[in-house]
């Protein structure tokens, strides 16, 4: 297998293999495909991942053969830009890239300008004509190497080049002139042999392949493991290594580097969006050492600064950059993310990715796109990453709510975040993790950051571009940020803010508007969102294309509007239990629990009828002509008791049975494994009139409703944790009675329909036999995922993290259905129903119905519909649809 592939000049890309990122990467599938379609890619060669993987496994060794492979590779370079690699007079320098399949901020940064040494920067000095330029490439490389390669801390490096300027009273680093760099080149040395104990390396061979070593090592970094768990990334991937060809945007006035959008990534607008900065290299623009300034006029004029915009300072080398992101846009059919250096004059791309970006601009790009004919309804439905909506489906600040905006930086990811301020990663985490919602302030962020920020609700920097850090990683992560707040200022060690001249302390609560960039004091009320515009049209496009109903999970007729509002068409799960729990139920709900006869409980029940009719005659209101999974009451009845004193004496007067005797009959009422007690069908073959009761409030009520408004709904009665044919077949015989004696009673009728849920293990294996009594199916994933695993999910926090790191669970069961051994039982069960009954309904109202992945499953399997919880219904609905594209 080839190990080495090369790009650009007249390197062949024809193996198929160079254009798989499984392979070289997604950078260096990128640059290979750029330099094929003829753009100017500045040559290089890439190693691929499987070269990674092995030098891991193998514990760190390179074989001769890819020395061998390395040293031609080399040459391609060499020949095509005419420069050799340490040669003194005229000589290459390399960049040493990390890229791994998907981009993976975590891993190793980025070497620039390999190849430099004593003798070879005065080389390089003497051909430039520009010794400014070589020593400010050499110092940079020191820097570089020494922090990636070699693991000297940055600050050192740092501190030395601003003691530097201050000396000689300098503000920016593009004052330093020669002498200035050649000096701190010479204090860099110093650091690096005082911290290491021996000289910077000289020869260059060694110098390139300790970046390589550095590059495959950074793969199992700390840094690198936590972002691939916070980001689903397989271990075995490994990161290619790609060496390329430096081109130089630090060589004066008519040099530049900077990286662009092809259109807006936090809007979607078509509009080109991006920072450059004159006289530096890519590093400088992310790293927010200078302010970066706007490409297009547009974007300049709109901001109202003052530096020249790539357009008008470079209109040569922005004429050929703005032709190069069509031709891209056009080629990969999407919008791209784009990395380019212009060296005196000359325009070359170093990368190029589909770019991030936040939900609003990915439905606005795909909605967009169909109409220009860029890519279909299909491609467009498909292009939307489902759970990305969930940014979208939470409530946003009321425009009308009075805001103390106390300063504005950059609108670096829109949304809104209220939150306590907190100034580092770990205390973001810490306090998250206490369940608070907190708002991470810092100077920038950086890679070592990435935790706190996935903890935080939104993200405050004072320093950094659009194009920073913080913002890059806080679009991917939807996580509100403003960046580039220049008046905050930040005091670590009293744990304060400045924000002006007001303080603020560590645990003061702050508001972020992303997409304005303001930062408000205080919490600023917000408003619910709804689908309108882009996210409309695309939901209209999925409704067309899905086969799978989509339903909600929801028992208050505030939740039902909601979930109606996003879409839903019916009702999948209706838990009856929430309304017991309600204050002015419970008494009587404890009362019918306590009673000690069969006449004390129907008693009691009387008083709950009219309620239960209540609350279900307000649901069928809302779903009038759609279906209503009701489930019958499920949970053990001890839930419901009383906790502590005051609460039996309260219940005591209402009863006006004695203390002691409540609590003697709660006592009898412990259950030791509640999960597998006296719950569910049980309590209706053991106490019949609680199921008559609630069988009666719902055909009543569907008789109101059905009177009312000419259109009655259709309940759909739910018998909870069967396990065997009999359990359903007396519990549909009292359902079906009752339904009969209050037709007679009201002279209508209403369709309806009995049915089980499917969540426990048995109910699968019998699933045949219980079809004859059960017109649907409803699959309780969260119940059978707990039966089928034997893990209470209540219980298992505390190892389910652990099974999760060390593989045991490819993610957590309770979230993601464990397809391979719970979906073997939807499977089955799917096609004994149907066996038995060809029209049997099946539907899903685990939690598991609102997740993506398990979606697909759902759609393999071949369910009629999904329940979600109402937030959830748009990412339901466009995930079926995606299900369906896909073929299931
Ligand atoms: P990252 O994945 O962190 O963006 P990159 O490898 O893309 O790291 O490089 C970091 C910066 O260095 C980018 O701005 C990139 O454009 C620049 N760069 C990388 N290789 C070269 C090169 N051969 N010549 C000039 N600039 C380069
Ligand atoms: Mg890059
Ligand atoms: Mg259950």
Redesign the pocket.
């Known amino acids: 297998m080839q190990t080495v592939y090369t790009f650009g000049g007249s390197a062949d890309h024809s193996d198929p293999r160079q254009k798989d990122k499984t392979v070289v990467g997604g ?1 260096g599938a990128n640059l290979a495909e750029m330099a094929s379609i003829g753009l100017p890619v ?1 040559p ?1 060669f890439t190693l691929t991942t499987e070269e990674c993987v092995r030098y891991l496994a193998e514990g760190g060794a390179f074989p001769d053969s890819l020395h061998t492979a390395v040293a031609a590779a080399l040459r391609h370079i060499e020949a095509t830009v005419g420069k050799r690699f340490g040669d003194k007079d005229n000589p290459l320098l ?2 040493v ?3 791994a399949r998907v ?1 993976m ?1 975590g891993m190793m ?2 070497v ?1 300008n390999l190849g430099l040494n004593d003798e070879t920067v005065e080389g390089l000095a003497r051909v430039s004509g520009d010794p400014r330029f070589a020593w400010d490439s050499y110092r940079r490389f020191i820097q570089m190497y020494g922090d990636v390669v070699l693991g000297i801390d940055h600050g050192l490096f740092e501190e030395a080049l601003e003691i530097a300027k201050e000396d000689k009273g300098l503000y920016a680093d593009t004052e330093m002139d020669s002498e200035d760099w050649q000096a701190l080149v010479a204090q860099y040395k110093g650091i690096v042999a005082s911290e290491l104990g021996r000289d910077f390396p000289q020869d260059v061979d060694e110098q390139l392949w300790g970046a390589i070593r550095a590059v495959f090592d950074s793969w199992d970094s700390d840094r690198a493991k936590v972002y691939r768990r916070l980001n689903d990334i397989p271990g075995d991937w490994g990161t290619a290594v ?1 060496v ?6 630090n060589m004066g006035e008519t040099s530049a ?1 900077g ?1 662009a959008f092809t259109r807006d990534p936090a809007t979607g607008e078509r509009a080109y969006y991006g920072e450059y900065l004159i006289n530096a ?3 400088d ?2 790293a927010g050492i200078r302010t970066p300034q706007y490409l297009t006029r547009a974007a300049r004029k709109l901001a109202g600064a003052k530096p020249l915009s790539m357009e008008e300072a470079m209109p040569d080398a922005y004429g050929e950059l703005a032709r190069v992101f069509d031709l891209l846009e056009r080629h990969y059919r999407d919008m791209q993310d784009i ?3 212009v060296e005196r004059g000359h325009l ?1 791309m ?2 190029t990715r589909s770019g991030k970006r936040t939900a609003r601009a990915a439905l606005r790009m795909a909605v967009d796109m169909v109409g220009e004919g860029l890519i279909s309804q299909e491609e467009a439905i498909l292009r939307v990453d489902p759970m990305a909506l969930d940014q979208l489906l939470h409530p946003t600040l009321d425009p009308d709510a009075p805001r103390e905006v106390l300063t504005t930086g950059l609108p670096a990811s829109p949304g809104a975040a209220s939150g306590k301020i907190v100034l580092d990663a770990d205390t973001a985490e810490l306090w998250s993790g206490r369940g608070e919602k907190v708002i991470l302030v810092r100077v920038e962020t950086s890679p070592e950051d990435i935790h706190g920020m996935h903890a935080a609700t939104g993200i405050l920097t004072a320093r950094g571009g659009m194009t920073s850090h913080a913002a890059v990683v806080a679009r991917g992560m939807g996580r509100p940020c403003v960046s580039g707040a220049s008046a905050v200022s930040i005091d670590l060690k009293a744990r304060t803010l400045r924000i002006g001249s007001l303080e603020m302390r560590e645990g003061d609560t702050i508001t972020l508007d992303g997409a304005k960039g303001q930062v408000m004091r205080g919490e600023v009320k917000t408003i619910e969102p709804e689908l309108a515009g882009d996210f409309g049209t695309l939901m209209e496009w999925a409704d067309v294309h899905r086969r799978m109903g989509v339903r909600t999970n929801a028992e208050t007729p505030a939740d039902c509007r909601m979930a109606r509002s996003f879409g839903a068409e019916g009702i999948g799960l209706c838990r009856t239990e929430h309304m017991f729990f309600d204050a002015s139920r419970i008494s009587a709900v404890r009362e019918m629990i306590l009673a000690d006869s069969e006449a004390g409980r129907r008693a009691a029940l009387a008083k709950l009828l009219p309620e239960q009719r209540a609350d279900f005659r307000e649901i069928f209101e809302v779903m009038v002509g759609l279906p209503c999974t009701i489930r019958l009451l499920d949970p053990p009845l001890h839930e419901f008791l009383p906790h502590g004193d005051a609460e039996f004496e309260e219940l005591a007067n209402v009863t006006g049975l004695g203390v002691d005797h409540l609590k003697r009959r709660a006592g009898e009422l412990h259950e030791f494994n509640p999960m597998l007690g006296h719950r569910g069908c049980r309590l209706g073959i053991t106490y019949p009139e609680i199921y008559e009761m609630q069988a009666r409030a719902i055909f009543e009520a569907a008789c109101d409703v059905a009177e009312a408004s000419g259109e009655a709904p259709v309940p759909e009665v739910m018998i909870p944790l069967v396990a065997t044919r009999r359990e359903l077949e007396l519990l549909r015989a009292l359902v079906d009675r009752t339904a009969q004696d209050v037709f007679s009673e009201r002279g209508r009728t209403v369709e309806y329909l009995v049915g089980t849920m499917i969540e426990l293990p048995r109910a699968a294996l019998m699933a045949g036999e219980i079809a004859e009594e059960a017109r649907f199916f409803s699959f309780g994933t969260n119940d059978l995922t707990q039966t089928t695993l034997g893990v209470s999910r209540d219980d298992s926090a505390r190892f389910l993290g652990p099974y999760v790191d060390k593989g045991i669970f490819a993610r957590d069961p309770f979230v993601s259905l464990d397809i391979e051994g719970v979906g073997q039982l939807v499977e089955m069960a799917a096609e004994r129903g149907r066996a038995t009954r060809a029209d049997i309904k099946l539907g899903i109202c685990g939690e598991h119905g609102g997740d993506p992945a398990s979606i697909a499953f759902c759609e393999k399997v071949g369910l009629d519909y999904v329940s979600a919880s109402p937030y959830r219904v748009p990412i339901a609905r466009l995930a079926a649809a995606q299900a369906s594209l896909k073929g299931g």
């Open positions: 950078k500045p290089g390399v960049s890239r990390s890229g981009s901020p940064d980025t620039l790609n390329q060809a430096m081109v130089f945007g580097t990286v290299q890519g590093e623009v992310v990395e380019f250096t070359w170093l990368q």
